[in-house]
C-alpha cells in the first residue's frame, strides 16, 4: 500500500494506543513520518524505530505556545510538511465534588492540551501549506464531543467539542485553498483509556451494539484514508468510529 508515497506526516501522541497505530499505518503507506510525545521515552523510541521515523520530536502540550514550537521542530526535520494528525489528548476527572481550585486546574490543563495546543499547531499548519499548495489535518476528537461524557468528564466533553467546532469552521474557511480539514470522534478504544474494571468494561460494550470497543488499528484505517486526500469533498466531515453507540 503506497497511497502515501513520500507524503512528510506529523503525528502528536504517537508513542501508544491510536497514535502509534496512525504511525504505523501511515507509514505502511508509504509516508515519511514524523513522531510526537510529550517527553522522552522508550515507548515512542521504539515506535520511531519500528517504522524508520523521520524525528521523533518532545513537547509538552500543556505549555503555552507548545503546539507552535511543535511545528516549528517539524518543520527543522523536513522543510516541507503535507499533513498533521493533531492525536495527542488528556483526560483529566473534573469532579463537581472537587474543590475549586483543582476543578479549575482540570478544566485549564485539559483545555491546553485538547485544544489550544491542537489549535495552534493548525494555525502553523495552515501557514505553511498556504505557502506549499494545500495540506490535510485529521483532528481527533471523540464520541464525547457529540453527546457528551460522565458527569466528571465535562472538561473532556467540552475540550472535544471545541475540536469538532475548530475542525468544522478551518474546513469551510479554507477548503477553496487545498487546505482540507477533517475530524475523527472515536468511542471507547482498546487504549489505557479504555474501562478496566470489570463492571465497568461490562456496561461500556452493552452500550455498543457492535459487542465490542473499538481498535487503535480501525481509528488508523480511517486515518490514513483521510489522509490520502481520496475524498476531499468530504472536508469538514466528522468520521464516527464507535460501534453504533451513538448514531448522528
Known sequence: MTELKDRMVLVTGASRGIGAAIAEAAARAGA???????????????VAASIGAAGIIHEDLSA??????????ALAIAPRLDALVNNAG?????ALTAPREAWSESW???????VQAPADACHAAIAHFRKNGGG????????????GD???GAAYAASKGAVLAMTKTF???LAGENILF???????VETRMAPKDIEARRKAVADIPLGRVATPEEVAAMTVFLLTGACASATGATFDINGASYVR
Open 32 to 46: 515519511r513520518v514524523i513522531v510526537h510525545s510529550s517527553t522522552p521515552g522508550k515507548a515512542l523510541s521504539d
Open 64 to 73: 503555552p505556545g507548545a503546539g507552535f514550537r511543535l511545528f516549528d521542530k
Open 90 to 94: 488528556v483526560y483529566i476527572d473534573s
Open 108 to 114: 485549564a490543563r485539559t483545555q491546553a492540551v485538547n
Open 136 to 147: 490535510i489535518v485529521v483532528n481527533i476528537a471523540s464520541r464525547a464531543g457529540h453527546r
Open 150 to 152: 460522565s458527569i466528571d
Open 171 to 173: 474546513a469551510r474557511a
Open 182 to 188: 477533517y475530524a475523527v470522534a472515536p468511542g471507547w
